[in-house]
């Protein structure tokens, strides 16, 4: 195949990946929730669950990191069970962290939700000014898969 050819063919696949994902609509999922006019729980498609930052539930006044990723995480887990997949099946989850001195706090938390038989997803971690909720420490994303 000479390169005008690759191209091409570079271009056309390019092009059709978002109308392969269109084709396969976009559903609203909610968890029961009362929910915002401005804000998704999570979409599906294209067979990926995309969930929305989830916080720590509850006050947060004390509550230690480990507490907070906890908590943030039963939330990610409780969207991807409504939208029909679960925390093995997660691809990618970014962490947003208000302090670095909670990485290690957050990462011992976090490595307890997914077992040695299922590895963890890809994962970024980033450290942020602040968070929309004063007193949460993080918000954690992420996209998981939709077993067929």
């Known amino acids: 195949m000479n390169r005008k050819m690759r191209i091409f063919a570079t271009a056309a696949l390019v092009s059709a990946v978002p109308?392969?994902?269109?084709s396969q609509g976009r559903e609203v999922v909610t968890t029961g929730g009362r929910?915002?006019?401005?804000?998704s729980t999570a979409v599906k498609s294209g067979g990926i669950v995309y969930a929305?930052?989830?916080?720590?539930?509850g006050t947060y006044r004390d509550s230690s990191i480990e507490a907070q990723t906890a908590s943030a995480l039963e939330n990610?887990?409780?969207?991807?069970?409504?939208?029909?997949?679960?925390?093995?099946?997660?691809?990618?989850?970014?962490?947003f962290l208000v302090d670095l001195k909670d990485f290690q706090g957050m990462n011992s938390a976090y490595a307890r939700?997914?077992?040695p038989e299922k590895p963890p997803p890809a994962r970024s971690t980033v450290v942020?000014?602040?968070?929309?909720?004063?007193?949460a420490r993080l918000e954690v994303e992420c996209m998981a898969a939709i077993p067929r």
Do not use: H, I, N
């Not at 109308?19 to 269109?22: D, G, K, M, N, Y």
């Not at 990610?76 to 962490?95: I, L, N, P, Y």
């Not at 942020?128 to 007193?135: C, E, I, Y």
């Open 19 to 22: 109308a392969v994902v269109l």
């Open 35 to 39: 929910g915002s006019p401005t804000l």
């Open 52 to 57: 929305s930052g989830q916080l720590p539930a």
């Open 113 to 115: 939700y997914w077992s």
């Open 128 to 135: 942020v000014a602040a968070l929309v909720v004063p007193g």
């Open 76 to 95: 990610v887990k409780r969207v991807f069970e409504a939208a029909g997949t679960s925390m093995d099946q997660a691809v990618k989850c970014t962490v």
